[in-house]
């Protein structure tokens, strides 16, 4: 475990590589669940929680840690299984994440490991499963379902974020006369997908979407065989970095090395704010980064874009 926790922040510095790092972890029962170990800033025994009057009962409380104070969430209440008991407090967990340019904490019953992995072996949640399960994919390790949590969901409910554009920047929206072409939005949470398709309908543009890169890969060359090029069909591309199957890295290396796709304009949109690593988005030649999610700021930058047109 020693060995677990003192890890985590090293390889919270690893973004950008071509892999996936899990941190594993159980709540109440067997089943195993992951996190990003890239939105993991510490893992460390529960500290002493101090509550909230009138908090949900989801946030058991909050902590002072490193100088700064930090709500801490039980997961198991999070996605609807009972919570840790108080008397086990003590000896849970927390695990210490940045998600969307804001720090919260997860109470978990215990932490496992750190798997390394491909993206590829990192599946969508089952078809079927329903738009309520709190899960963004799936792996097997050691011929076990592992569970990989949305907590974008989780946040969006707990801590809702504004969503709306606000009215100034629609009021000149709506002065841009031209008809754009439609932007491509590329997440695998329904809930991000949900957020930019939103910001994005009221500034009037179009929008597409797509679940993981493959997906959108797929799509790319789909509409593009004719022989046509992407900027015939596409205003921009905004993408996710972490997703299934193909992260946001890979889609971008694959666009840019394609003749009918690499001179589409790509923004990488992720919740990876705190340690995300800027000079992977120029490697892989990505044009644009921002963090999530600020609806005005996303609106003003993509009116931008297409005001250069």
């Not at 011929?143 to 946040?155: C, P, S, W």
């Not at 809702?160 to 031209?178: F, M, Y």
């Not at 072409?181 to 329904?190: G, Y």
């Not at 179009?206 to 997906?215: A, C, L, R, Y």
Request: hydrophobic share 40%; proline share 4%.
């Amino acid at each position: 475990m020693t060995g677990v926790l003192q890890s985590v922040n090293q390889r919270t510095q690893l973004v950008g590589q071509n892999r996936l790092e899990l941190l594993l972890f159980r709540l109440r029962g067997r089943q195993v669940y992951g996190i990003n170990v890239f939105k993991v800033k510490e893992v460390l025994q529960c500290p002493k929680l101090s509550s909230i009057p009138n908090s949900r009962a989801v946030v058991r409380g909050v902590s002072h840690i490193r100088g700064e104070t930090i709500p801490i969430v039980d997961m198991s209440m999070a996605i609807g299984l009972p919570g840790v008991p108080q008397e086990e407090l003590a000896t849970s967990f927390v695990i210490i994440t940045e998600y969307n340019r804001k720090t919260q904490g997860f109470l978990v019953s215990g932490v496992e490991r750190i798997l390394n992995m491909n993206w590829e072996d990192i599946m969508p949640p089952p078809k079927g499963a329903g738009k309520d399960v709190y899960l963004t994919a799936v792996t097997k390790v050691d011929e076990k379902l592992v569970e990989i949590i949305d907590v974008e969901k989780i946040l969006s409910e707990v801590s809702p974020l504004r969503e709306d554009v606000n009215d100034e920047i629609v009021t000149r929206s709506g002065a841009q006369s031209k008809r754009h072409l439609p932007v491509l939005v590329v997440d695998d949470s329904a809930v991000a997908r949900r957020q930019i398709s939103r910001c994005l309908t009221a500034i009037g543009m179009e929008v597409i979407t797509q679940n993981d890169g493959k997906q959108a890969l797929d799509y790319l060359r789909n509409i593009t065989q004719d022989g046509s090029t992407i900027r015939e069909h596409l205003s921009l591309i905004i993408s996710d970095v972490e997703m299934p199957e193909m992260d946001g890295y890979t889609l971008v290396t694959r666009i840019k090395e394609d003749p009918a796709l690499k001179d589409m304009f790509i923004m990488l949109h992720t919740s990876l704010s705190g340690v995300f690593n800027l000079a992977m988005v120029k490697k892989v030649g990505a044009d644009d980064f921002m963090a999530k999610f600020s609806p005005d700021e996303l609106a003003e930058r993509v009116m931008e874009l297409i005001g250069q047109d």
